[in-house]
């Protein structure tokens, strides 16, 4: 797939690359696996004197090897042999004084395998010379939790050393449709919605799916599940390299949420312990899940329920990894009727995600959130704010636009009307044709 968007990263990246023409700049990019993090950090250094540097998990002297010759080859001259990765970055910087360079360094948080000490060291290296060099630097990752920690936590070496932080997010709604409409013009609301439940917009889910002419909803579907999808591994893969050994919990937690089990009490009761410190990790320090209380209410509101933050691993953890059986005796047909059987259900939730995703991109507000009373009698699926101008939207959201009852909306309503007593309110209701 082409390269899209990111015109704003692209832009920054340009004003920064001009500033380490005068001193070294230290960028870090952050963003989860397969947001584009590689392809955008090479589209930026096009044109001018760089050098893209992989981290393996190998031992530090044969990383460095590999990494020196890629340098040279990228036309870097490097005098005897770097054996350890402090050699090679001096090397590099102290090339810049003659002519200014790129340095881009892909997995970063990688090292931490090579060898901890590798960030100390990083650390000495620019902390000597960034003030006599013009070093382009921008390093990336893709385990999250690892690269907030070797940035933002004091007791890092690294602690304070970035000079820019850029953290990619998905793409938008807007740029979705813009994609499979170059890809599929005559596209209907179901073939948009399911590219949007698959991805949630992260490009390389994207491009695998538009480049391999999977471009309706149906063969959307069995496209995912082939022998050779990323869509079958990579669940496990992301979820896995953040927790290690310890991801067997973490995986029934995700499942539990995916599934509908979305209160905490439940997800105690069914797994048998106390999960709070397990949520606690997989909300603040890895953003797999978040917390949504019901709009209006006060701060840590008891009456929350959980979900599965990206629509990639909340489709993952419903669908795919509850059936992996199948995957393993290669019975991926099985899959996908198991997947078939249960989407008309699934499918209402996404389309409310959808919808929601939409009027925080598009419309002006100051709050966006659903409602729902602590006994579960009171459910209102979309309240809009907007506090600038006293207006708010009550929406309710159905598949099948038949379904619609703006008289019982309307009768919901008064759970929130003190809320909203000097506000225009308008009642509203959207289905899949608006999509």
Not at 99 to 123: H, R, S, W
Not at 155 to 168: C, H, M, Q, V, W
Not at 221 to 243: W, Y
Not at 382 to 407: H, S
Request: hydrophobic share 40%; net charge neutral; proline share 3%.
């Amino acid at each position: 797939m082409r390269f899209y968007a990111r015109e704003k990263e692209l832009e920054a990246l340009k004003r920064i690359k001009e500033q380490s023409e005068r001193s070294s700049t230290f960028t870090v990019m952050m963003g989860r696996r397969r947001i584009g993090k590689t392809t955008l950090m090479i589209k930026s250094a096009e044109g001018s004197r760089s050098v893209y540097l992989f981290v393996s998990r190998v031992a530090e002297p044969l990383l460095c090897e590999k990494l020196q010759k890629t340098a040279e080859e990228a036309g870097v001259e490097i005098a005897g042999s770097a054996m350890k990765f402090r050699d090679l970055l001096k090397a590099l910087m102290i090339s810049s004084r003659k002519e200014p360079l790129t340095v881009m360094i892909d997995e970063f948080q990688e090292f931490k395998y090579v060898n901890p000490a590798i960030y100390g060291e990083i650390q000495e290296i620019w902390d000597l010379y960034k003030d006599t060099t013009k070093v382009n630097l921008i390093v990336s990752g893709s385990v999250h939790s690892m690269m907030v920690r070797l940035f933002e936590d004091s007791n890092e070496p690294l602690f304070g050393r970035a000079t820019s932080k850029i953290e990619l997010r998905p793409f938008t709604i807007k740029m979705m449709k813009a994609i499979l409409k170059e890809h599929n013009p005559n596209y209907v609301p179901g073939d948009i919605l399911t590219l949007y439940m698959l991805t949630g917009g992260i490009p390389e889910y994207l491009g695998a799916l538009m480049d391999s002419g999977r471009n309706t909803a149906d063969k959307m579907i069995d496209g995912i599940m082939s022998v050779d999808s990323v869509f079958i591994r990579d669940g496990k893969e992301i979820v896995a390299s953040e927790f290690g050994k310890d991801y067997k919990t973490y995986f029934s937690i995700m499942q539990l949420i995916a599934g509908g089990k979305n209160r905490r009490s439940e997800i105690d009761e069914i797994l048998g312990l106390d999960t709070g410190s397990y949520l606690q990790r997989l909300e603040k320090e890895y953003s797999f899940i978040r917390q949504n209380s019901p709009i209006f209410s006060e701060p840590g509101s008891r009456n929350s329920r959980w979900c599965v933050a990206d629509m990639y691993l909340r489709f993952y953890f419903r669908f795919i990894l509850p059936n992996y059986d199948y995957v393993e005796s290669g019975r991926l047909d099985l899959l996908n009727r198991a997947v078939r059987s249960g989407l008309d259900g699934y499918m209402g939730r996404v389309l409310e995600d959808y919808f929601r995703l939409r009027i925080v991109e598009e419309e002006a507000y100051t709050e966006v959130g659903g409602y729902w009373s602590r006994k579960g009698d009171v459910e209102i699926d979309i309240i809009v704010v907007n506090g600038f101008d006293k207006e708010a939207d009550i929406i309710e959201v159905k598949r099948n636009p038949k379904k619609l009852d703006m008289n019982a909306l309307r009768a919901k309503a008064d759970a929130v009307k003190h809320e909203l007593k000097d506000y225009e309110v308008r009642f509203r209701g959207l289905s899949e044709d608006d999509v």
